[in-house]
């Protein structure tokens, strides 16, 4: 199986994703999910034990290249992002332009470097107003 992806951080991701569903997880826990699906045969498409064998392989013998051409993986809300104003102590989330958030933006947003810096949106307004 081949898995392509935008950068190293997401690439990094993909592999601890995949390692924590074949290495820890691995076929019990595929187990697992067959034994709780199969509780709504008529609602969720199930794997047979075969198709879970085949999937499993393929994913612990992927390859994950980089290409650059491709979009970054988004998070669909920018809420991911969360942070203690500096400030006034207030916990807030997202982003005050509102976009989309890459897994590159969220990490560096989410890093003790940006966290240290973190304003909510009340306090960023005052500090945009006040005269450096």
Same mark, same amino acid.
């Given at each position: 199986?081949?898995?392509?992806?935008?950068?190293?951080?997401?690439?990094?991701?993909?592999k601890r994703f995949v390692d924590l569903l074949t290495e820890y997880y691995?076929?019990?826990?595929?187990?697992?999910?067959?034994?709780?699906?199969?509780?709504?045969?008529?609602?969720?498409?199930?794997?047979?034990?075969?198709?879970?064998?085949?999937?499993?392989?393929?994913?612990?013998?992927?390859?994950?290249?980089?290409?650059?051409?491709?979009?970054?993986?988004?998070?669909?809300?920018?809420? &991911?992002?969360?942070?203690?104003?500096? &400030?006034?102590?207030?916990?807030t989330c997202g982003r005050v332009n509102g976009e989309s958030v890459t897994?590159?933006?969220?990490?560096?947003?989410?890093?003790?470097?940006? *966290?240290?810096?973190?304003?909510?949106?009340?306090?960023?307004?005052?500090? *945009?107003?006040?005269?450096?």
């Open positions: 199986m081949k898995i392509i992806v935008q950068n190293e951080k997401e690439k990094d991701l993909i691995g076929l019990d826990a595929l187990e697992i999910h067959d034994d709780e699906m199969s509780k709504y045969p008529d609602e969720i498409p199930r794997l047979n034990a075969d198709e879970y064998k085949l999937l499993y392989e393929e994913f612990r013998d992927r390859s994950i290249t980089i290409d650059e051409n491709i979009e970054e993986m988004l998070f669909e809300n920018d809420d &991911v992002i969360t942070g203690t104003c500096k &400030v006034c102590g207030i916990q897994y590159s933006d969220y990490l560096h947003s989410m890093s003790k470097e940006q *966290q240290d810096k973190w304003l909510c949106l009340t306090c960023y307004e005052k500090q *945009q107003e006040t005269p450096a």
